[in-house]
């Protein structure tokens, strides 16, 4: 099964690019979930929701729509082996959960997060903590992309992120890799002069993949189609609504 989604939807610069003019804010999951059948929860890293949010947010989605969960700051980024974080972040999941709405958590882990013995013994941390629930991570840098790595991602159930983003050094190369029954891929663009170089964040997803660009994922996308149960497939360039083109075009090819 494909799923289809953007990373994120609450935009104001999607307004007259995705959302009609004048349609409240709290329409937007209802008009966006119309049209894909996913979406790439990113709030979640900056602050954890309030439970009545997420109540909301699957009432707003109809029967087949999934939701994958972006890992909070604290669980990937500042990594201090906190076990109430996680208790929080399972808690917020919860609706989700009952209405089996939830994909999978994802969490993506920072440039600097190098692979070592400390950060491998961290992620069996992070793995215990989420108990079964199902967890792909996204790693930013090209040190973890060892056979030896994606072994031990299959033997603790860790999905692998693949990525399509600028071939700058040490970051990772276009793969198609699944070490659980999740597949998963993330179009950041390929913004070269701005993904180090920013004065805002979004300027590093301002990109518009050309038709070329995205036909170079379809051998790539039918391969984790054929290995895993679930392929989840994400745009985040979504700098005024970029996203949108980049998944209808995908999603049109992949049929």
Not at 70 to 99: G, Y
Not at 139 to 163: A, H, I, M, T, Y
Not at 214 to 231: C, D, G, V
Request: aromatic share 16%; glycine share 6%.
């Amino acid at each position: 099964m494909l799923y289809f989604g953007t990373s994120g939807f609450s935009y104001n610069d999607w307004i007259g690019n995705f959302y009609p003019r004048g349609m409240p804010r709290r329409e937007w999951l209802k008009y966006y979930a119309r049209e894909f059948n996913s979406l790439e929860l990113n709030s979640t890293f900056y602050a954890l929701p309030k439970l009545s949010v997420m109540e909301a947010m699957v009432d707003k989605t109809g029967e087949g729509f999934l939701f994958s969960v972006k890992a909070n700051q604290e669980m990937t980024h500042q990594r201090q082996q906190n076990n109430s974080v996680f208790v929080a972040f399972i808690h917020v999941l919860q609706p989700f959960i009952d209405a089996g709405k939830l994909g999978c958590v994802l969490a993506q882990f920072p440039y600097s997060f190098h692979f070592n013995n400390q950060n491998r013994d961290y992620l069996e941390f992070f793995r215990e903590r989420l108990g079964d629930l199902p967890v792909v991570l996204e790693f930013r840098n090209s040190q973890w992309l060892k056979p030896e790595v994606f072994d031990w991602l299959r033997n603790w159930n860790l999905g692998f992120c693949c990525v399509d983003e600028p071939q700058l050094p040490n970051l990772l190369p276009p793969l198609a890799e699944v070490t659980s029954n999740i597949g998963y891929v993330r179009f950041h663009g390929r913004n070269e002069a701005k993904w180090w170089q920013h004065e805002h964040a979004y300027e590093r997803y301002d990109y518009t993949y050309s038709v070329e660009e995205l036909k170079e994922w379809l051998p790539r996308i039918n391969k984790l189609k054929s290995l895993a149960e679930e392929a989840f497939i994400f745009a985040n360039n979504h700098w005024h609504g970029q996203a949108i083109d980049t998944i209808r075009q995908l999603r049109l090819m992949a049929d």
